[in-house]
């Protein structure tokens, strides 16, 4: 099994410019999420979905738009490039929907740089 | 917003020894997960403990959670320097949609 598969895993973009990120995971896991990393502030949650066709909003959404057609994919799309979107952007999934009670598995992230 | 906050930010400590790792947060949780990420690699499950439990073992972590204090521990005991990297604490609880909501970390540095 390859677990939870992120691409690309770096990519520079221009202030305006739309791109989205891949997230796949071959677990059968009916949630997953997005994440960004920013130094010193740890992660934080910005979009999930507890299944085909059901999403919601995380912490900090604004910017970003996510869709869950299928189970195994949840692409991340930013809308129009802002510098305050440059992070380290993590995919993690868990088997059921409630990822408290239960182990997230992460893709190892995409670094993205907005100049 | 962070609802956990690890303590110390940084810890340095020599092959062998043990290291010690503190999580504080605000409202009551229903689970408390460690979480280790090695460097410019994601996030690796460590443990998870049970807002009724206090105490967890697995190899050479032992986690402890005291819910009247709002604090967690994590001990590496007999530390390698594979050991080093940043260790984070996530919880959930009714006040954040029991979402699991991830600290700041500790970036721990195991010297050989």
């Known amino acids: 099994n390859a677990g939870v598969t992120q691409t690309p895993k770096f990519q520079v973009l221009k202030t305006g410019q739309s791109m989205t990120l891949q997230c796949a995971q071959d677990m059968n896991h009916e949630y997953m999420s997005w994440y960004r990393q920013d130094p010193g502030m740890g992660l934080r949650l910005i979009h999930y979905s507890v299944g085909a066709g059901i999403t919601d909003q995380g912490e900090v959404p604004n910017g970003y738009n996510v869709s869950r057609s299928t189970t195994e994919d949840f692409p991340l799309r930013l809308l129009s490039a802002a510098p305050s979107q440059t992070s380290v952007y993590f995919c993690a999934s868990s088997f059921r929907g409630h990822p408290g009670s239960e182990k997230l598995f992460f893709g190892s992230g995409t670094q993205l740089s907005v100049l | 917003s962070q609802q956990g906050e690890e303590d110390p930010q940084a810890l340095s400590i020599q092959e062998g020894e043990n290291a010690t790792m503190n999580c504080s947060y605000k409202t009551s949780i229903n689970n408390l997960q460690w979480y280790r990420q090695n460097s410019g690699r994601g996030l690796v499950h460590l443990i998870l403990i049970r807002s009724n439990e206090r105490e967890k073992h697995s190899g050479r972590l032992r986690v402890t959670l005291d819910t009247s204090k709002k604090s967690s521990s994590l001990l590496i005991t007999a530390s390698r320097a594979a050991d080093t990297a940043s260790y984070f604490c996530?919880?959930?609880?009714?006040?954040?949609?029991?979402?699991?909501?991830f600290g700041a970390g500790t970036i721990l540095r195991v010297k050989s």
């Open positions: 996530a919880t959930d609880g009714r006040e954040y949609g029991n979402k699991l909501v």
